[in-house]
């Protein structure tokens, strides 16, 4: 069964950093492309950052303006979300996602297979 977990949700004060991973099991995280997407509440899910197999190129989303980063540990089958001086707009359920069929980045969501179950990043003072 291919499932993918994420963790290291919480709350933060404004100006504040956390990360996010994201363990696979069934499969071998490396092989694939992983996607992490955000959904505020009455919002759309939208993507954040796309890294390619193997921890080739990365994609970043249109609300990412150097303050999020992906990076990959193959030997614990995870993928990091960093994020620094988060902001009140940052809170968001954290999700992510595995492209089964191809190995290009893209931020819609139905290309994706495979999703975490989320955790929730509340960003507020």
């Known amino acids: 069964q291919l499932q993918l977990v994420e963790s290291g949700g919480g709350l933060v004060q404004p100006g504040g950093s956390l990360r996010l991973s994201c363990v696979a099991s069934g499969f071998t995280l490396s092989n694939n492309v992983i996607g992490w997407f955000r959904q505020a509440p009455g919002k759309e899910r939208e993507g954040i950052l796309c890294?390619?197999?193997?921890?080739?190129?990365?994609t970043y989303g249109e609300s990412v303006n150097g303050r999020f980063a992906i990076s990959r540990d193959n030997a614990k089958n995870t993928v990091y979300l960093q994020m620094n001086d988060l902001k009140p707009e940052d809170t968001a359920i954290y999700f992510c996602?595995?492209?089964?069929?191809?190995?290009?980045?893209?931020?819609?969501?139905?290309?994706?297979?495979?999703w975490g179950q989320g955790t929730q990043v509340t960003v507020s003072s």
């Open positions: 890294i390619g197999p193997s921890g080739g190129s990365i």
């Open positions: 996602a595995a492209r089964i069929d191809s190995d290009i980045c893209h931020f819609r969501p139905s290309k994706f297979g495979v």
